[in-house]
């Protein structure tokens, strides 16, 4: 369901690490005006993508655009919780078709999340598990259901030296399992609606 384009997820550039995911799947019996609905329900984001999506909030909608919040968790080894703001565009193509476009303004990782004394962490004082995001959806409406597909393109600042052993495969593996989680978890929600 997911691959990397050109088969080179990862690319290392000075201070950091670029990841670039592709991944699609297809839902039978619906429509596309259905999918696009859920899938611009933001305020309902952390309960159809839990449990990576654990706070989600509309700051602005006008139109097509929307400025949304939301926070995001990721349990292996250690527990990491970001919280991320993304300015989204949606475009519709046609009858059966639209994209979309995602890009985050703001991530910052939460220390002590949902304990007294909670904050974010400053640029460059964090695990460098995710600097920036974006990603590009399609939806397209045919063979009696809809097709998915989203590339998501992250950046990751450098993992501290001491925690390289631990830190550096989770960096790497995160983004591939986060967009075949969200697109699952998008299918799943639709087949069970």
């Known amino acids: 369901m997911t691959w990397a384009p050109d088969d080179k997820p990862d690319t290392d550039v000075p201070e950091g690490v670029i990841h670039d995911w592709l991944g699609a799947a297809f839902i039978h019996d619906t429509t596309v005006d259905r999918v696009i609905s859920v899938v611009q329900d933001y305020e309902r984001h952390s309960q159809v993508y839990q449990p990576e999506v654990i706070g989600s909030k509309i700051l ?9 919040f939301l926070r995001l968790k990721k349990k292996k080894v250690v527990t990491i919780v970001l919280n991320t703001e993304h300015d989204v565009h949606y475009s519709r193509l046609d009858d059966k078709r639209w994209v979309t476009r995602s890009y985050s303004t703001h991530i910052a990782e939460v220390e002590n999340p ?4 909670e904050h974010e962490l400053p640029v460059g004082k964090d695990h ?13 409406e045919r063979d009696g259901g ?13 993992v501290p030296a001491a925690l390289r052993w631990l830190i550096d495969p989770i960096v790497r593996n995160l983004p591939r399992e986060s967009l075949l989680n969200t697109l699952q978890a998008t299918r799943n ?5």
């Not at 460098?128 to 397209?140: M, T």
């Not at 809809?146 to 450098?158: G, N, Q």
């Not at 929600?189 to 609606?193: G, I, S």
Request: hydrophobic share 40%.
């Open 60 to 68: 602005f909608h006008q139109g097509d655009d929307f400025k949304v």
């Open 114 to 117: 949902g304990k007294p004394g």
């Open 128 to 140: 460098g598990f995710l600097w920036r995001l974006d990603s590009y959806w399609r939806f397209f």
């Open 146 to 158: 809809v097709y998915i597909e989203c590339e998501a393109v992250s950046l990751s600042r450098p």
């Open 189 to 193: 929600f639709m087949l069970h609606k």
